[in-house]
């Protein structure tokens, strides 16, 4: 900063593009500005005409816009009383209960104040809770009314995504549905809540950790050895362990779960590596949920199991795991057969929503051979870590 100041002060008449100094140039006066000649017809922009928004004043269509796309149901069902007896009921309850109200039913809770709250219950209890999302599972969906007082509980439907635990990061879906073809659910007591979905690998096959039989000895095992013992076990059972770093994980959960006696507790270690790396559910075995059009099947499991391979590598790219699983749901949901990866990353009617130039080049690659050389390398360098 000190630099700065001082060169400010003391310009020297050097062939950079600041101007010299007063003191190198001390006879040098400002010259006059020279007036303008007014331009005729010089033409100007209309300005664009201002919409009148909901207290009277006025907003720029951007402003309104933005407004809405802020406002989850599409409209501020605050302003309108859909049921003055729902509304009634609820507005006796304390923010808390409306919480497990909202909460019971798998609903977002939006801006945090009683009114939003409210408005919300008075909604479900009248049309149904929102089901989870038929695309990605775990999402939420999202409804946009076309007005306050006649939408009859329906929109536009769209999913918000969600939070992917193996990539650490929200997974965007693109789930999209007409007024009607969403039905939602029954409007759940908080006392009796919605159970939640399942998550695609969570819990799901006949895979369980109860009749694991461990070495004999193992209990007293030195820790290398007891940590050998667990991963022995978990890969049997199909656990999607990391290719690196496993032992290390199994090492530390041997110490959590150690009893008073120092010995190790393998059947609560291997239950709690099984809820962080399940193995694949039945239906991923068989190649993930089969797609609209039978022929996109094989590129959507390839885009997964490229997924799962990438997932075990400490420096897999959170951002392209998000692109390659977005990419598959969307793939699943095409009616129409792929036959270009470019194609697909090109902006038109052949445009798959979340394909890029590097992922319509694996596209491409496993059109053309069935299969994708990353895969290769990471199975060789996956097993040769198991």
Not at 103 to 126: I, S, T
Not at 187 to 200: F, G, L, Q, S, V
Not at 298 to 323: G, I, M, P, Q, Y
């Amino acid at each position: 900063m000190g630099g700065a100041d001082k060169r400010k002060a003391d310009l020297s008449d050097s062939d950079d593009d600041f101007a010299p100094s007063a003191e190198a140039s001390p006879e040098v006066k400002p010259k006059p500005k020279k007036k303008s000649k007014p331009k005729a017809a010089e033409k100007t922009k209309p300005k664009p005409e201002l919409a009148d928004d909901d207290d009277g004043t006025q907003a720029s269509p951007k402003d309104k816009k933005k407004k809405e796309a802020a406002l989850d149901y599409g409209v501020d069902i605050t302003t309108y009383d859909q049921s003055p007896e729902l509304t009634a009921k609820y507005s006796a309850m304390s923010v808390t209960e409306l919480n497990q109200w909202l909460k019971a039913n798998r609903v977002v809770k939006g801006a945090a104040n009683k009114a939003n709250m409210v408005a919300r219950c008075v909604d479900g209890e009248l049309f149904g809770a929102f089901p989870p999302c038929p695309r990605c599972v775990t999402g939420k969906l999202k409804v946009t009314y076309a007005s306050l007082d006649a939408h009859g509980g329906q929109g536009e439907w769209t999913c918000r995504g969600a939070f992917d635990e193996a990539i650490g990061m929200r997974v965007k879906c693109y789930f999209t549905a007409r007024p009607g073809e969403v039905t939602r659910l029954q409007w759940r007591d908080m006392h009796d809540p919605a159970p939640e979905p399942e998550k695609p690998g969570g819990g799901a096959g006949t895979t369980t950790t109860d009749d694991a039989k461990f070495p004999d000895g193992f209990e007293t095992f030195i820790p290398k050895d007891a940590a050998n013992a667990v991963k022995a076990i978990a890969l049997e059972m199909g656990f999607q362990l990391p290719a690196e770093g496993a032992n290390s994980e199994i090492g530390s959960l041997l110490v959590i779960y150690k009893d008073d006696e120092g010995r190790w507790d393998g059947a609560a270690t291997l239950k709690a590596l099984r809820e962080k790396y399940p193995p694949l559910t039945n239906e991923e075995a068989a190649g993930g949920p089969p797609a609209t059009h039978p022929d996109n099947s094989a590129l959507a499991s390839c885009l997964d199991e490229l997924v799962r391979l990438e997932t075990k590598h400490k420096e897999a790219d959170a951002f392209k795991l998000r692109a390659y699983k977005s990419a598959a749901m969307e793939i699943r949901a095409l009616d129409r057969a792929i036959t270009s990866g470019k194609a697909c990353a090109k902006a038109g009617p052949t445009k798959v929503k979340g394909v890029g130039k590097g992922l319509a080049e694996k596209i491409d690659e496993f059109l053309t051979t069935g299969t994708m050389a990353r895969i290769a390398q990471l199975e060789g360098r996956t097993y040769a870590a198991a």
